[in-house]
């Protein structure tokens, strides 16, 4: 059975770092991209990073250069690293599992709230 737990979110002030995790258990680890979406309320989960299974990155154009992904494949576990938080970075934010970076997700996390205050 596939199942991804996210943890790390939390509250944060403006500027403050934040970093997520996602372990994934079932055998698709290797196989799959990992990625990190966000949703805010009213609004359509977006994709945030992407890590393929080769280690290339993806990052949307308004976390570039904030947010950092990586993956530990001894570990199964994916990671996100948010500094210079914004307020606009508050969301749910949610691991997926597809065949590649930027394809529509197979499985997903439960999600994890990020809350970023001003």
């Known amino acids: 059975q596939v199942q991804l737990v996210e943890s790390g979110g939390g509250l944060v002030q403006a500027g403050g770092s934040l970093r997520l995790s996602c372990e994934v258990s079932?055998?698709?680890?290797?196989?799959?991209?990992m990625g990190w979406y966000r949703q805010a309320p009213g609004k359509q989960r977006v994709l945030v990073a992407g890590?393929?299974?080769?280690?290339?990155?993806d990052y949307a154009s308004s976390v570039k250069g904030r947010f950092t992904i990586s993956r530990d494949n001894a570990k199964n576990t994916v990671y996100l690293q948010m500094n210079s938080l914004k307020p606009e970075d508050t969301a749910v934010y949610y691991c997926?599992?597809?065949?590649?970076?930027?394809?529509?997700?197979?499985?997903w996390g439960q999600g994890t709230q990020v809350t970023v205050s001003s």
């Open positions: 079932g055998s698709i680890f290797s196989t799959n991209a």
């Open positions: 997926a599992a597809a065949r590649f970076i930027r394809a529509t997700p197979r499985y």
């Open positions: 890590v393929g299974t080769n280690g290339v990155t």
